[in-house]
């Protein structure tokens, strides 16, 4: 079974150009999350999806950041403009059930972004 | 102020040392998982710890959760190379997401 896919692995990007990150998850996880580590940081939540819908956006840093899941399958976040304060990993993870159900989590290998 | 503080931040031994990392709060949990994350890798889950006072073993990791549910601990026997990496405290505040620990970096020389 595939695990959580994230493209590209890496990216480097200038300040004010768009990046799209992409996240492929676990066949048949409803849950999607992006999470976000900066440098020196703890990982952060972002967002959590549930099937299409957003359940819960908290943890998007501002408007700059943009994600979307159509059809329930893949999701993309966005960064447009990229600043350099948003350089970082950002990690994809999904589940077959709630995380607060103490179920476990899948992660992928993250999407390293630097912006210069 | 981190809802959970990991201690230590470094941690660099020898193969076959025993050791121990910290995952402490304030605050009571219902649950808290520990991960590990390895270079290029995103975090995995070794274990999730529910009841206060419970311990589990995963081969040479040993975890604890605190009485109080407050913290938590992880030892590691005769520590390997392979042990290496990133170990990483997670709790789920009731927003069915997790919060992180900013982690403990270990290094096992060889």
């Known amino acids: 079974e595939a695990g959580v896919t994230q493209f590209p692995s890496h990216s480097v990007i200038e300040k004010g150009q768009t990046v799209t990150l992409r996240c492929d998850p676990i066949?048949?996880?409803?849950?999607l999350y992006w999470y976000r580590r900066v440098m020196g940081k703890e990982i952060k939540f972002l967002l959590h999806?549930?099937?299409?819908?957003?359940?819960?956006e908290s943890g998007m840093p501002n408007n700059r950041f943009l994600a979307e899941r159509t059809g329930g399958t893949y999701s993309t976040l966005k960064v447009q403009p990229a600043e350099l304060e948003d350089s970082g990993v950002y990690f994809c993870?999904?589940?077959?059930?709630?995380?607060?159900?103490?179920?476990?989590?899948?992660f992928g290998e993250g999407s390293w972004l630097t912006v210069v | 102020t981190q809802l959970l503080e990991q201690s230590p931040q470094f941690l660099s031994i020898q193969e076959g040392e025993n050791l121990t990392v910290y995952c402490n709060s304030s605050s009571v949990f219902s649950s808290l998982q520990w991960y590990r994350q390895e270079p290029g890798e995103g975090p995995v889950l070794l274990v999730t710890?529910?009841?206060?006072?419970e311990v589990k073993k995963l081969k040479r990791l040993t975890f604890q959760f605190g009485d109080a549910r407050k913290d938590s601990s992880l030892h590691i026997t005769a520590a390997q190379p392979g042990d290496t990496g990133l170990y990483l405290c997670a709790v789920d505040t009731g927003r069915r997401a997790l919060t992180f620990g900013s982690g403990t970096r270990l290094q096992v020389q060889p």
């Open positions: 710890v529910v009841t206060g006072g």
């Open positions: 993870a999904s589940s077959p059930q709630l995380v607060s159900s103490g179920n476990t989590i899948y």
């Open positions: 066949s048949g996880h409803d849950n």
């Open positions: 999806f549930v099937k299409e819908s957003k359940q819960d």
